[in-house]
């Protein structure tokens, strides 16, 4: 093949790549996974998030917490981003960050703070019997 066929190809490949039907088959593709990754990773991370802060916020004094670390204990005292827990059967105090909480295992109150949907749907259908 000689130099001026090659040179012949690459100018055709050019004006295709140039053409506005074969850039949009090429941002379709990029938009539509763009969209995918949206709906699948972003939003959902967010979600969990909000969900994660709301929980961290309204931990209240009596509630029994579980750390990140695994330490579980009772919450003494709240302040803006600590807080102090009571654990142990020696009743060892620990203060916190409140980044540091994993989950409400326990309100004061007494109800457990985890009520799933289908724990409320089987409640409804044992009440119903």
Known sequence: MN???????????????????????????LA???VVFYFFIYRP?????RETTEMRNSVEVGDIIATAGGIVGMV????????LIETGGDRTKIQLQKWAIHSVLEKADGSSP????????????????
Do not use: R, W, Y
């Open 3 to 29: 130099f001026s066929a090659l040179l012949f190809a690459e100018g055709e490949a050019a004006s295709t790549a140039a053409n506005p039907a074969s850039l949009l088959t090429l941002i379709i593709p």
């Open 32 to 34: 539509l996974l763009g």
């Open 45 to 49: 991370q967010k979600k969990q998030e």
């Open 76 to 83: 003494i005292k709240i302040k803006e981003d600590m807080i």
């Open 114 to 129: 985890e009520t799933d949907v289908s724990d409320k749907k089987a409640d409804k259908k044992t009440d119903k019997k």
